[in-house]
T-cell receptor, first 113, second 114 residues
Framework: DAKTTQPNSMESNEEEPVHLPCNHSTISGTDYIHWYRQLPSQGPEYVIHGLTSNVNNRMASLAIAEDRKSSTLILHRATLRDAAVYYCILRDVAGQGAQKLVFGQGTRLTINP | KAGVTQTPRYLIKTRGQQVTLSCSPISGHRSVSWYQQTPGQGLQFLFEYFSETQRNKGNFPGRFSGRQFSNSRSEMNVSTLELGDSALYLC?????????????FGPGTRLTVT
């Protein structure tokens, strides 16, 4: 399973943008980059995913480096509700392991009011 | 649409006993995956079922098993419980297949082994 590297923790202020980095230097051509987050006392929640191009949805944006060896999850205007552990995950959709999510330690995001 | 439901939400068992946890996926989803979350090991993949067949398995001992029914509901069973099995057990459902559909997680079952 290709691995990802994320900072253990990050801190930001409410209503400011947050950039959460992820390194994945061993990414393969069939790996999609997924982000999930886990709020306290809840199961993980899907945030966004992408393959090569930058992606936007109502929750966040995903910026993918041209060589695909790194990516950044962008929360445009953080709220207190965004305080969670954010996981960057590579999913190889080429085969039976497509549904297997390999979670790392993630980044614990703290939002200050 | 109803989300993923897991029952029971909390469970206390004694070492040596066995336990069965249940997961009802989102309607129309055919894939159910199970994960174990502990403070020390984080979130770890147990296994995935698709159309009543185990399609993928993580690195857990044979005491951990599961099954899926024709309505896509899934159960996981842990036999001969050990103290280290105390964890939050999460299930996730998705459409399955080889497309990067997102997975939807349930709230989990908190198992405590004493």
């Amino acid at each position: 399973d290709a691995k990802t590297t994320q900072p253990n923790s990050m801190e930001s202020n409410e209503e400011e943008p947050v950039h959460l980095p992820c390194n994945h230097s061993t990414i393969s051509g069939t790996d999609y980059i997924h982000w999930y987050r886990q709020l306290p006392s809840q199961g993980p929640e899907y945030v966004i995913h992408g393959l090569t191009s930058n992606v936007n949805n109502r929750m966040a944006s995903l910026a993918i480096a041209e060589d695909r060896k790194s990516s950044t999850l962008i929360l445009h205007r953080a709220t207190l509700r965004d305080a969670a552990v954010y996981y960057c995950i590579l999913r190889d959709v080429a085969g039976q392991g497509a549904q297997k999510l390999v979670f790392g330690q993630g980044t614990r995001l703290t939002i200050n009011p | 649409k109803a989300g993923v439901t897991q029952t029971p939400r909390y469970l206390i068992k004694t070492r040596g006993q066995q336990v069965t946890l249940s997961c009802s996926p989102i309607s129309g989803h055919r894939s159910v995956s199970w994960y174990q979350q502990t403070p020390g090991q984080g979130l770890q993949f147990l296994f995935e079922y698709f159309s009543e067949t185990q399609r993928n398995k993580g690195n857990f001992p044979g005491r951990f098993s599961g099954r899926q029914f024709s309505n896509s509901r899934s159960e996981m069973n842990v036999s001969t419980l050990e103290l280290g099995d105390s964890a939050l057990y999460l299930c996730a459902s998705s459409h399955g297949g080889t497309t990067p559909y997102e997975q939807y997680f349930g709230p989990g079952t908190r198992l405590t082994v004493t």
